[in-house]
């Protein structure tokens, strides 16, 4: 169920009058889904074997973040703002790239998994 302004929205015929389509179902396939979805993966890493790779580099990615939190505190507890910028620079910039590397290992899963299951044919109405 919609929400009452989604509602009154989609009855004036979108927010400028003009139709809109229909919202896409969410399928995994942006960037952040993805990213968010492979946070499973990463927590399951003791049942089944991540990529040495994968591995090292978020442990590095978190140690950094984990180097940014002090800097980042420090600044927002003296009211620096230079020490809170570089903090938030550190501590985001290196989520950011955490993320992206858990996309790449979201891919990599799933591409294992589709050439392992094979489909059928879709057949065209």
Request: net charge positive; hydrophobic share 50%; glycine share 10%.
């Amino acid at each position: 169920m919609a929400c009452p302004v989604c509602r009154s929205v989609e009855r004036q015929g979108g927010a400028g009058g003009e139709r809109r389509p229909p919202a896409r179902a969410l399928h995994g396939d942006g960037w952040a889904s993805r990213g968010v979805l492979s946070k499973r993966l990463w927590l399951g890493r003791r049942e089944q074997a991540i990529a040495d790779h994968h591995r090292r580099m978020a442990n590095v990615l978190t140690a950094v973040i984990a180097a940014g939190v002090p800097i980042l505190a420090w600044g927002l507890w003296v009211l620096d703002p230079w020490a809170t910028v570089a903090g938030t620079v550190v501590v985001l910039g290196a989520k950011l790239w955490f993320v992206d590397r858990m996309v790449r290992l979201y891919d990599e899963a799933m591409g294992a998994v589709r050439e392992a299951v094979p489909t059928a044919p879709r057949t065209v109405r």
